[in-house]
């Protein structure tokens, strides 16, 4: 919940900061090009770009990492439960049958 919160109010400061900037940006002394707005909206979208390509990147590592731990955790526990099996029969418990 705290996330989405988080996100709505991010987007929502975005857009305001975009109804803020769009205006000083494209100016009408620099009209019919607007070679300086074009070069600004180029450089913030080369930036987002970049900044999602990272966050891609970042999260596929983070996600790789973490599923080794998990697969390496799942190891540990089966060889557990084979040194539990192994000991109880070694022992005669009488509970292999629940193995």
């Not at 975005?14 to 494209?26: E, K, R």
């Not at 966050?55 to 526990?77: C, D, F, I, P």
Request: aromatic share 10%; charged share 15%; hydrophobic share 45%.
């Amino acid at each position: 919940m705290r996330h989405s919160v988080f996100a709505t109010a991010l987007i929502s400061a975005a857009f305001c900061i975009g109804s803020i900037l769009g205006p000083q940006t494209f100016q009408a002394k620099d009209e019919p090009e607007y070679i300086p707005a074009k070069i600004t909206v180029l450089a913030t979208q080369s930036a987002a770009i970049m900044v999602a390509i990272t966050a891609r990147l970042y999260y596929g590592w983070q996600n790789s990492r973490r599923e080794k731990m998990v697969v390496t955790h799942k190891a540990t526990k089966d060889v557990e439960w084979m040194n539990c099996k192994s000991i109880c029969s070694t022992l005669g418990t009488g509970i292999n049958h629940v193995f």
